[in-house]
């Protein structure tokens, strides 16, 4: 129930800008009490990625919500439909090279820009998982957002 309601609201602009400043510090806090195991409240398949600032050359950490896909994990720079991109996905164009955390489980990654018909793909499973998506890119129409592959490394 309450994930259908944020379905619902999730459409509006003022869930997500609010949910834009609430949500990462609450993602972080649930996150580190349950040790990885619980992101985003447990309401959407969620990690915490860990990339290398493009300018600081620091660890910079994300919590997101992602959706598997065979071995990967695909995540989407919505930026919850600000103008522009997230942070977190210039910093994978920079380097490619980065952490997650999923379910308790440290994996080292390596980011691949999805395009063509895999970034279509990814598209319609991120849409069907969370429709305020579409809602998302109409509010950043004057950018694509941006769809990452996560692959595992050895």
């Given at each position: 129930?309450?994930?259908k309601?944020a379905?619902?609201?999730g459409?509006?602009?003022w869930?997500?800008?609010?949910?834009?400043?609430?949500?990462?510090?609450v993602?972080m806090?649930?996150a580190?009490?349950?040790k990885?195991?619980v992101?985003?409240l447990?309401?959407?398949?969620?990690l915490?990625?860990t990339t290398?600032g493009r300018?600081s050359?620091k660890p910079r950490?994300?919590?997101?919500v992602?959706?598997?896909?065979?071995?990967?994990?695909?995540v989407?720079?919505?930026?919850?439909g600000q103008?522009?991109?997230?942070?977190?996905s210039?910093?994978?164009?920079?380097?490619?090279?980065?952490v997650?955390?999923?379910?308790?489980?440290v994996?080292?990654?390596?980011?691949?820009?999805?395009?063509?018909a895999?970034?279509?793909?990814?598209?319609?499973m991120?849409?069907a998982?969370w429709?305020a998506y579409?809602?998302y890119?109409?509010r950043?129409?004057h950018?694509?957002?941006?769809?990452?592959?996560?692959v595992?490394?050895p």
């Amino acid at each position: 129930m309450l994930l259908k309601l944020a379905r619902r609201l999730g459409r509006y602009q003022w869930f997500a800008r609010t949910l834009r400043v609430v949500l990462p510090p609450v993602d972080m806090l649930v996150a580190r009490m349950t040790k990885g195991r619980v992101v985003a409240l447990g309401l959407l398949p969620s990690l915490i990625l860990t990339t290398t600032g493009r300018k600081s050359g620091k660890p910079r950490v994300h919590p997101l919500v992602y959706a598997p896909d065979g071995g990967t994990f695909a995540v989407i720079g919505s930026n919850w439909g600000q103008p522009d991109h997230p942070a977190w996905s210039a910093n994978l164009l920079a380097d490619s090279d980065a952490v997650v955390e999923v379910k308790g489980h440290v994996v080292r990654v390596h980011a691949e820009l999805a395009t063509g018909a895999e970034r279509d793909r990814l598209w319609a499973m991120f849409v069907a998982m969370w429709p305020a998506y579409e809602t998302y890119a109409v509010r950043a129409a004057h950018r694509r957002l941006r769809i990452f592959k996560l692959v595992p490394r050895p």
